[in-house]
């Protein structure tokens, strides 16, 4: 998560902004998934130790 927030920091974005970007962002595709498939996200998110957010969602896409 922190390789997420200081992407959206080096795009000009302010630092007390940042936080509600990101949770209006996740709201937003939470929405958007299948019915029951919330948790998986926010396991995706909360993550294992050693492998960023980025990297992950780089892997469900083929990256």
């Known amino acids: ?27 937003f595709v939470k929405d958007k998934l299948p019915d029951g498939m919330e948790g998986m996200l926010d396991n995706l998110i909360s993550g294992e130790e050693g492998e960023s957010i980025l990297d992950k969602a780089k892997g469900l896409f083929g990256g």
């Open 1 to 27: 998560m922190d390789e997420l927030k200081e992407k959206l920091a080096a795009l000009g974005l302010e630092s007390d902004k940042i936080e509600g970007v990101i949770e209006t962002v996740l709201g």
